[in-house]
């Protein structure tokens, strides 16, 4: 007997992976991703911050890289607006916003705010 005809591939989510560091959550990512069974393909990464190590490390591993300078701007809607243009001509369908909160700030400033927090502290 004929064995049956292989499974189609399965359609993976187009992810933008937002960063402005070194990466090494985008690192993690990227490896999942390379995964045959993953369900997510890394399409772009976005850093707002120009020359840091994530983008060379989206780079090594194939993947396109942009850089939208938030600094660049003269207010928030404009930068998302630039943010969602791009994620528009790269077909995201998923945007995976990858946030650092440094293990010092721990337990003192707890939740998203921690650093604005501990600004606010004098820390």
Sequence with gaps: TTPPPPAPPHKRARVAVLISGTGTN???LIEQAKRPSSAAEIVLVIS???GVLGLKRASLAGI???VVDHKQYGSRAEFDATI???LEDFR???VCKLLNIHPSLLPSF???NA???ALQAGA
Excluded: Y
Aim: aromatic share 0%.
């Design 26 to 28: 985008l690192q993690a």
């Design 48 to 50: 707002n911050r120009p």
């Design 64 to 66: 396109q890289t942009r």
């Design 84 to 86: 969602d243009r791009v």
């Design 92 to 94: 995201a369908e998923v």
């Design 110 to 112: 707890k939740g998203v």
């Design 115 to 117: 650093q604005k927090q």
